[in-house]
């Protein structure tokens, strides 16, 4: 079935700096794939997605790149501020049949040192 | 708040008893989905309904869970005989027609 690998599972980063996180997804018929940031105890918001038909988009300090071939896409989060601390998690949605089923890697804890 | 929420936030039980818990989707979104989330992990998928009816299973879904959603509109899931192996933060969240995914708050579950 398909499978979301997610790397690191933490990022220690200072105000400022960029952060990359990196995911692999297995079935190449996956075609959309959102990113959603989870504070301690709160739901996952979404906070940027993209769909196989692009290779990039951005959304003020946050961008999302699709790597189709390598079946890769990663987060970029650029200035990064304390109030981007956070565990993040990147999903595929696995299409066929009647759902639109997530698959979420393992998250990444990131950690902006002020 | 026009989100999706649910009820209750926190759950504690004894090993053995049942537990229900509600989800209220975003109005108008016909597409209801159930995941767990245990600490350290992302979401795993449960189930999927689309209006009323419930279109997928995972095989996490044992036959002790249930999920209904008998109007369209809100959904339950039931666990039965709950054993300290579902102690986690069960997870809904709505969409319309398109892919993008809404989560609630989630109910945490512990059970001792």
């Known amino acids: 079935g398909e499978n979301v690998e997610q790397h690191p599972s933490t990022l220690s980063v200072q105000e400022g700096d960029s952060a990359v996180i990196k995911c692999t997804y297995s079935d190449s018929a996956s075609n959309y794939f959102p990113w959603y940031k989870q504070e301690l105890g709160k739901r996952p918001q979404l906070i940027i997605d993209?769909?196989?038909?692009?290779g990039e988009k951005k959304d003020q300090r946050i961008a999302v790149t699709l790597n189709k071939t390598a079946k890769h896409f990663s987060l970029h989060i650029t200035e990064t501020q304390p109030e981007d601390s956070a565990v993040y998690f990147c999903a595929a949605l696995l299409p066929g049949g009647a759902t639109n089923k997530l698959i979420f890697g393992t998250g990444t804890l990131l950690a902006v040192q002020p | 708040d026009t989100g999706v929420s649910q009820n209750p936030r926190h759950k504690i039980t004894k090993r053995g008893q049942n537990v229900t818990f509600r989800c209220d989707p975003i109005s108008e979104h016909n597409r209801l989905y159930w995941y767990r989330q245990t600490l350290g992990q992302g979401p795993e998928f449960l189930t999927y309904f689309q209006n009323e009816a419930q279109l997928e299973k995972s095989r996490l879904l044992s036959d002790r869970f249930s999920a209904e959603r008998p109007k369209g509109s809100f959904s339950t899931l039931e666990i039965q005989r709950t054993e300290q192996g579902d102690s986690a933060m069960y997870l809904c969240a709505s969409s319309s027609s398109g892919d993008t995914q809404y989560f609630g708050p989630g109910t945490r579950l512990t059970v001792l």
């Open positions: 993209i769909r196989s038909n692009v």
